[in-house]
């Protein structure tokens, strides 16, 4: 039995996932489980359930396999500081205090931690575990793969096709050019946390019009090979501390948001915002695109698959999928830096002689609960419990009624995305419900769209293009097609859908709501408030509960009332 852990850690959403034999048996990201957002540090909380889940101790481990080359980032960084001496003197100190902490020394911390010997514990590069983590997860066979993020040692943007050994580079950009950084400035501009609000632009962008995309194609160059090149003084190089964004950006665009200023798009300041936001994203899709019809023309290759931060950006895939060249497109759920976890997990396996096996993953690979500790916990709180003989039917009819339902059932989901296990739910064809769940509930800003669930047979009757790869998962949109779907449409027609396959964690739910209620699709969100991780166990459950008053809460066949 060779058992391999993949890990990331250290820049943003540090993260776990063991395969075994060739198999994907576990995956977790560390926030979920520390319960601080995108928790960088070394993921010991993730390993430790990633191990339980798998039935393992650490020295059962063959391989221990770190998602990036930490010494080549440390030559990139380091360089380019030097380089720019005496400007990065600041950058230069940072920088070296910064890896040559933690940073540099991770893999030895990953052997002390997982008690294995230092030799068993390697590391893969950044964009093959991006490509490895899609190719060897996708529902299809021989497909090109295509990753775009920030940046990893020094690459952004890569083809790759797969190989016997994993997957293989056919070209690739380096930093500072870099779709992600691009993305990542604008999402500084409008006030958005960085590597945390970049889904926040996407959603603000339906509100706009591109009316900046000229001012913007001066500061991103888009050429006709797919290639990209970002104008330097437009943007916070690696040498700023202060901010992602260049003068020549504001320059063109005005003053950034202030980030404390509560959102009003009935008012002209945030009009304009709306306005950057929708350019960006337009320019941010036709490089997408772009790269998409690269991939083709370097591949030949009938299918893509999209890993990175910036795969997920769900309106760029829809374009993908409806304008390029490809007759199916994939991403892998947790495309970002957790993502690369599982990708280095499976391109260790392949090292140790495993061919791993797509058929075993599934987006909840997370941690279990437990109904019967939470019901302790509920009475401890003066919460009443009651465990019920079908929970999807109680649940179906409380929907009905207009509850605002929190629905917890198996292991955790992997990636940014609820897609059942760890759920808010409410009508999708109440607008006024919609609104309660975006300021009462979750706390968030009113531009934020919401997703319909709906089970995969009726799809096609109720949105255009779906079922697809990507809609299982909730990594593109949809126009909106059918009736009763008002709570979940965004203000540009679409929708994030999520279509739910027989047996899938929300399909007795559906089945329920529509046999004895008429409803054929539930809206839907994530089981946490804004700023927050999405629930884990059952006890983070209730804390959200109580703290943010959904009407009912389902974990398991334990009903949680008050």
């Given amino acids: 039995m060779a058992a391999v852990l ?10 776990a996932a063991l395969v075994v034999d ?15 957002k995108n928790d960088p540090s070394l993921p010991r909380q993730a390993i430790d ?5 798998g039935g393992l101790r650490g020295p059962d481990l063959d391989r221990v396999v770190f998602y990036e ?9 380091l360089v380019g500081a030097l380089g720019a001496f005496p400007r990065g003197a600041r950058f230069f100190r940072r920088a070296l205090r910064d890896q040559l902490g933690d940073k540099l020394w991770v893999l030895d911390e990953l052997a002390a931690h997982c008690g294995v010997p230092r030799a068993r514990v390697d590391f893969v590069a950044h964009h093959a575990s991006h490509a490895a983590s899609a190719l060897d997860t996708a529902p299809f066979g021989e497909a090109v793969a295509l990753t775009i993020d920030g940046v990893g040692e020094a690459e952004s943007t890569a083809i790759w096709r797969p190989g ?4 293989e580079a056919l070209t690739a950009l380096e930093h500072p050019h870099s779709l992600g950084l691009f993305y990542a400035a604008i999402t500084a501009f409008l006030g958005f946390r960085v590597n945390e609000g970049e889904y926040k632009v996407m959603g603000l962008a339906a509100f706009g019009e591109p009316r900046f995309r000229e001012a913007l194609d001066r500061m991103v160059t888009l050429h006709d090979d797919g290639a990209f090149t970002l104008r330097p003084d437009a943007f916070g190089d690696h040498l700023r501390l202060d901010r992602a964004y260049g003068d020549a950006m504001v320059r063109a665009l005005g003053p950034p948001r202030d980030p404390h200023r509560p959102w009003d798009l009935e008012a002209t300041a945030d009009r304009h915002y709306a306005d950057v936001a929708a350019s960006a994203q337009d320019l941010l899709e036709d490089a997408v695109l772009g790269l998409a019809r690269a991939a083709h023309r370097r591949s030949g290759a009938r299918h893509l698959v999209l890993a990175g931060g910036v795969a997920l950006n769900c309106r760029a895939n829809a374009r993908v999928l409806a304008e390029g060249p490809f007759g199916r497109v994939y991403v892998h759920p947790a495309a970002g830096d957790a993502g ?9 396996a392949r090292q140790l002689g495993d061919t791993p096996d797509p058929g075993s993953f599934t987006p909840a690979l997370g941690v279990r609960v437990d109904p019967g500790h939470t019901a302790a916990v509920a009475a401890h709180l003066g919460l009443r419990g009651e465990r019920v003989a079908d929970p999807a039917a109680d649940a179906a009819a409380r929907l009905a009624e207009g509850a605002i339902v929190a629905w917890v059932q198996g292991r955790a989901e992997w990636g940014p995305r609820a897609l059942g296990q760890r759920s808010l739910l409410t009508r999708a064809d109440d607008e006024s419900l919609r609104d309660v769940l975006n300021r009462r509930i979750k706390g968030r800003e009113p531009f934020r769209p919401f997703a319909p669930a709906v089970r995969t047979a009726h799809a096609a009757a109720l949105f255009e293009g779906a079922p697809n790869d990507m809609t299982p998962t909730m990594t593109t949109v949809c126009r909106v097609a059918g009736e009763g779907l008002a709570g979940a449409t965004h203000v540009d027609g679409t929708a994030r859908v999520q279509t739910v396959e027989p047996g899938g964690a929300l399909d007795p739910l559906l089945e329920a709501l529509e046999r004895d209620h008429g409803l054929r699709a539930v809206l839907h969100t994530s089981l946490n408030a804004a700023g927050e991780p999405l629930v884990a166990r059952g006890t983070d459950a209730l804390d959200f509960f109580v703290r943010r008053k959904p009407d009912v809460l389902y974990v398991e066949d334990l009903r949680i009332t008050r």
């Fill in 49 to 53: 359930a990633c191990l339980a889940l």
């Fill in 6 to 15: 993949g890990i990331s850690a250290h820049y943003h959403d540090a993260a």
């Fill in 22 to 36: 060739g198999r994907i048996v576990a995956a977790q990201q560390e926030e979920r489980l520390s319960r601080v």
């Fill in 340 to 348: 690369g976890a599982l990708g280095a997990a499976l391109l260790g």
């Fill in 69 to 77: 080359n930490p010494y080549r980032k440390l030559e990139r960084i």
């Fill in 164 to 167: 016997p050994g994993g997957p």
